[in-house]
């Protein structure tokens, strides 16, 4: 016969029930840490707590999952919406709501490493705030002085920059900022380094890196606030980071990204060899330059000087004054034709005015009479007492009409 208190239904609370079934699960081996794989959804990132709350589903169903900030501290990628992952956690019950959930204790991206896409969304978000631009890149000096070096002092990387610099520039100075380039405190370091360097202005240009290594190993150089550092930077910066299919954020932000430490070193400095060459090959130009633009002006002197000796005031006061000369010639040759001319016409008139001359008729014996100064031409000008003036060759003489 059948006890009646074993029949008698048990009953219990909700907060009972849902402690019991939460116990259940707590205690399950098989869900005291477990990977599960799905779909991000529902995300909300809780900033000021830092716990993040979000959905993983799959086709067919979903789970509500919780990753506390504790746990998210570590993560190396920022998770996002429709992001798939693969999750490890725990899997309990939430007593107050009596849904169950899982606790997510790590996460990674499902068919890519966290490294990578940590390094995609810190690449998209500089990116969109300017890092990049680039007319924020400032120009490399042509011939500095002084060098500076952020990098490990006992990698490879140092020698063969400081080879590099001391070949092909001698005069430049470098001053080394020894930091470790990977680990935890790196990051760290080498801001410190590129602030040292800009606080004491002590460098013409700054090349920070390293040598090769896996994306682990380069993760210093994808430090946010080393880039920020970069950026802020008034010393212009030169990142070689790793080998050439290397990238890291310090080659996207830097104002020029070499390929390796030793490319960075060349792209530091000129070349001194060729410098030289270049030097010489433009004293070349510049001295047969000059010696064109003095052959042609010796030319042009001497054109100038040969149309001067023809057209030279000398000469033309040479010419003027034979041109003078022969005027002067004529001239005088002018003046004695018509002198002579003149002379001949003068003796002819004279000759004609000597045959009418009086006095010519005086001295073959005749006399002029005047009477009260008028010359008598008739008798019948005169009468008796008159008297008349009668001028011979040599003299007057007065006389008196007695008789006509």
């Not at 990977?35 to 900033?47: A, C, P, Q, R």
Request: proline share 5%; charged share 25%.
């Amino acid at each position: 016969m059948i006890n009646p208190e074993f029949t008698k239904p048990r009953i219990i609370s909700v907060s009972q029930l849902n402690y019991y079934v939460k116990s259940l699960l707590d205690n399950d081996p098989h869900l005291s840490s477990v990977f599960v794989t799905g779909e991000i959804s529902n995300l909300t990132d809780h900033y000021r707590s830092g716990h993040i709350y979000f959905s993983l589903k799959d086709k067919n169903a979903v789970v509500r999952a919780v990753m506390f900030a504790g746990n998210a501290r570590n993560l190396k990628f920022k998770p996002e919406e429709g992001m798939k992952v693969i999750a490890l956690c725990r899997v309990s019950l939430y007593e107050v709501t009596g849904g169950y959930q899982i606790y997510v204790e790590d996460m990674q991206p499902d068919g890519i490493g966290s490294l990578t896409i940590a390094f995609e969304q810190l690449k998209k978000k500089l990116e969109e705030k300017g890092l990049f631009k680039p007319e924020n890149k400032k120009p490399i000096p042509k011939f500095p002085k002084t060098v500076g070096v952020i990098t490990s002092p006992t990698g490879a990387a140092v020698q063969d920059i400081r080879n590099i610099l001391t070949r092909r520039f001698p005069s430049v100075d470098i001053v080394l900022c020894p930091v470790l380039v990977q680990g935890a405190g790196a990051p760290e370091q080498l801001i410190n380094a590129v602030n040292l360097f800009n606080e004491y202005d002590c460098a013409d240009v700054i090349i920070i890196g390293r040598g090769g290594g896996s994306i682990e190993d380069l993760w210093a150089f994808n430090d946010e606030n080393l880039a920020y550092a970069i950026y802020a930077s008034n010393i212009p910066v030169i990142s070689a980071v790793g080998h050439e299919t290397d990238f890291t954020i310090c080659d996207f932000v830097s104002d020029l990204r070499a390929p390796t430490p030793s490319a960075a070193a060349e792209l530091a400095v000129p070349d001194r060899e060729e410098l030289l060459a270049y030097y010489n090959s433009q004293r070349q130009y510049i001295n047969s330059l000059i010696d064109n633009r003095l052959s042609f002006y010796n030319k042009k002197l001497s054109d100038i000087r040969t149309a001067m000796s023809v057209n030279s005031p000398e000469k033309r006061i040479g010419l003027l004054s034979s041109k003078l000369d022969n005027l002067s010639k004529r001239a005088q040759l002018s003046i004695n034709d018509t002198f002579n001319l003149k002379s001949d016409s003068v003796k002819k008139l004279g000759a004609k005015l000597e045959t009418l001359n009086p006095v010519s008729v005086l001295n073959r014996g005749y006399a002029i009479a005047q009477k009260d100064s008028t010359n008598i031409n008739s008798v019948k000008e005169l009468k008796i007492d008159d008297e008349i003036k009668l001028t011979l060759k040599d003299g007057t003489v007065k006389t008196k009409v007695v008789e006509i």
